[in-house]
């Protein structure tokens, strides 16, 4: 039966920049590339060398300790750089574009109409199975695993972030198709999850095979995670798998097509964005062509997806494998002196230090200060004001810290992620890099029982 949750902890930050339901275009990127550091946990071996010709769809690196799990090429052309950082580690896989797409064939089929086992193949061959990701440990789901339950969180509340009901207008049939595959791949439930704050599109209110649920409240109430613990929580031993709306897409298009259409619509948002579009371009694409002539002259921050989560790249960086949103706002390099003493009608503050909250709807241009330095932490209350989950987050936070493994399964560190944690980090009045504190944790957790 399907359920309507209500969030009530959590926090909405309304950035100016937001981008306009509308599709502009850019220059086809000459250049794309696959970062293997956006793949926690992966430690890729190289098929591929300088100078190889590939296709749409042909692998270029595997995963060390799973070489069922390929990660593909989502361009065709010529492998001319492998970039590496310290002690060799492969940062990116460089492919220079050809200005006409050659997809390597793979098998057009009703999902429905396979077994599960036959699914997973086609996935691990075209190298789309790293869209599917599982909690707890937040990587790339295990194939030889059967999940409990599979969550897809058709919206998001992140600043800025893109409108799924826009971007998947008019894909209903791969939609269902990919829906169609990803249901055999558990004896459980599709949970298909929108906004109940918002009108979801069709697409996603008339999806067969699922469960559509609503869930209203503020960020982080498109989390996953935090959708996760409210319909289906997970416990010890058990696993739950993941993805988003345009996971499905592709995966989708691969069944009715035959070919990895890595397709992806990004919005190019923030204050620092002249005109806040939607682009149409492809996973790991070169932003050179999206970005010029877009950004107001000024020290910028260029993220690969989100403020809270997303990576920093250069203006000649390239797009997350995950990612859907390229956010860019000022570079806070400019401290300002006895800041904290000016009051201030334009400053954000959740603690209402300024008048600002006077006015809810208000846009807000933040910059990339901390505005403040890393101390202990300070025992505030304020952490369980975003923080929608039954566990208690600074007590999990310390438990890691001192790398206590039975107090962290106690506090639920099989529910959480990085980016559940995210706007803790935002209004922490001690500054403290939880993300980073909940990446360990669950690298220990794993390390420990795998």
């Known amino acids: 039966m399907s359920k309507h949750i209500k969030i009530k902890q959590g926090l909405n930050i309304k950035l100016k920049g937001e981008a306009e339901k509308l599709y502009s275009t850019a220059p086809y990127p000459e250049v794309f590339a696959i970062k293997p550091t956006d793949f926690t946990g992966v430690t890729p071996k190289l098929l591929v060398k300088q100078g190889d010709v590939v296709k749409a769809g042909s692998p270029l690196f595997y995963d060390k300790y799973n070489e069922a799990m390929q990660f593909c090429a989502p361009i065709s052309g010529e492998i001319i750089e492998i970039v590496r950082g310290e002690k060799r580690k492969i940062l990116e896989v460089k492919i220079l574009a050809d200005k006409e797409i050659a997809y390597k064939e793979f098998k057009i089929a009703d999902p429905s109409s396979l077994t599960r086992e036959e699914i997973i193949g086609i996935l691990l061959e075209s190298g789309t199975w790293p869209f599917i990701r599982q909690r707890p ?156 002539g877009n950004l107001i002259e000024d020290k910028n921050r260029i993220i690969s997806g989100n403020v809270f989560t997303g990576t920093q790249v250069l203006p000649d960086g390239f797009l997350g494998f995950y990612d859907t949103l390229i956010s860019v706002i000022p570079e806070g390099d400019e401290p300002q002196f006895l800041g904290w003493l000016i009051p201030g009608s334009e400053k954000f503050s959740f603690s209402r230090t300024f008048t600002s909250w006077l006015r809810p709807g208000k846009e807000y241009v933040l910059n990339t200060n901390l505005n403040g330095e890393e101390r202990p932490f300070v025992v505030t209350g304020e952490y369980e004001k975003v923080f929608p989950f039954n566990i208690y987050p600074m007590l999990l936070l310390k438990a890691i810290l001192v790398e206590d493994v039975e107090l962290m399964e106690k506090l639920g560190i099989y529910e959480v992620a990085e980016e559940d944690f995210a706007l803790c980090e935002f209004i922490c009045p001690s500054k403290i890099d939880s993300q980073k504190i909940i990446r360990k944790g669950l690298d220990t957790i794993k390390k420990e029982f795998s």
Do not use: C
């Open 137 to 292: 440990y937040h990587v790339i789901a295990n194939p030889t695993q059967v999940p409990k339950a599979i969550f897809i969180s058709a919206f998001d509340t992140s600043p800025l972030a893109p409108d799924n009901d826009f971007i998947i207008h008019n894909n209903a049939e791969a939609f269902q198709t990919g829906l169609n595959a990803i249901a055999k791949l558990t004896e459980g439930k599709v949970h298909l999850n929108v906004s109940a704050d918002l009108m979801p599109s069709k697409v996603f209110t008339n999806s067969k095979g699922v469960q559509v649920n609503k869930i209203s409240g503020p960020h982080p109430a498109g989390n996953v995670g935090v959708q996760i613990h409210h319909i289906d929580p997970v416990n010890k031993g058990e696993v739950v798998w993941y993805l988003y709306p345009q996971d499905v897409l592709i995966i989708g298009k691969l069944f009715n097509l035959g070919k990895l259409d890595a397709t992806r619509v990004v919005a190019l948002a923030g204050s620092q964005v002249k005109n806040p579009r939607y682009f149409k371009t492809i996973v790991g694409s070169s932003l050179k062509n999206i970005l010029s």
